[in-house]
């Protein structure tokens, strides 16, 4: 129930417990945004205070490989592999930030499927363009059946695939 959009919670807080001790060549923030929903405001207050270089985005994605809808019309399967952003209806994503999140999938074999949501968006929008000069921006998506409603639901190793690709 209400998956969207605490499992993204879950897993920054994982990421961060895994690279606790880690020796990072460069500042990590981690943050938890709130009215996404109502115009990106905690993401674009976030940006505009932190000005990063670059940002990775986590949230829910449409899973809807369900029985009706035409493969063609899928953004993403449930038990696909964590979500790479391409696009979605208020950013495309930087070409660098997608190559090196596939690159980087590859390299640690971390199972992924592209992301195109033609509709909607997410705070990767606010990432890019709330900074002062912009961010490279790129988004790591769950993806989650039955999008807002009570019975949202994601897979366990789509989670765990996240977490990994975050952490790399």
């Known amino acids: 129930k209400s998956l969207d959009n605490r499992i993204s919670v879950f897993i920054l807080i ?7 001790g880690k020796k990072v060549p460069y500042d990590v923030y981690g943050v938890f945004t709130v ?19 670059f940002g ?16 063609h019309e899928h953004c993403t399967k449930l038990g696909g592999g964590t979500a790479i952003k391409v696009l979605d209806g208020r950013t495309i994503c930087d070409y ?5 999140m596939k690159e980087v999938a590859k390299k640690k074999k971390i199972k992924t499927q592209l992301e195109i949501l033609t509709a909607g968006g997410t705070d990767t929008a606010s990432i890019q363009r709330d900074s002062n000069g ?3 921006a790129g988004g790591i998506s769950i993806p989650c059946r039955y999008l807002h409603q009570v ?10 695939a996240t977490i990994d690709l975050l952490v790399a």
């Open 96 to 100: 660098r930030m997608v190559a090196f």
């Open 151 to 160: 019975i949202e639901m994601v897979n366990k190793d789509d989670t765990q």
């Open 35 to 53: 009215q996404e929903e109502v115009g990106l405001r905690g993401a674009t207050a976030a940006s505009s205070g932190i000005n990063p270089d």
């Open 56 to 71: 990775i985005n986590l949230d829910v994605t449409l899973a809807n490989d369900m029985p009706g809808i035409a493969p």
């Open 134 to 136: 912009g961010a490279i």
């Open 14 to 20: 994982e990421a961060l417990r895994a690279l606790k």
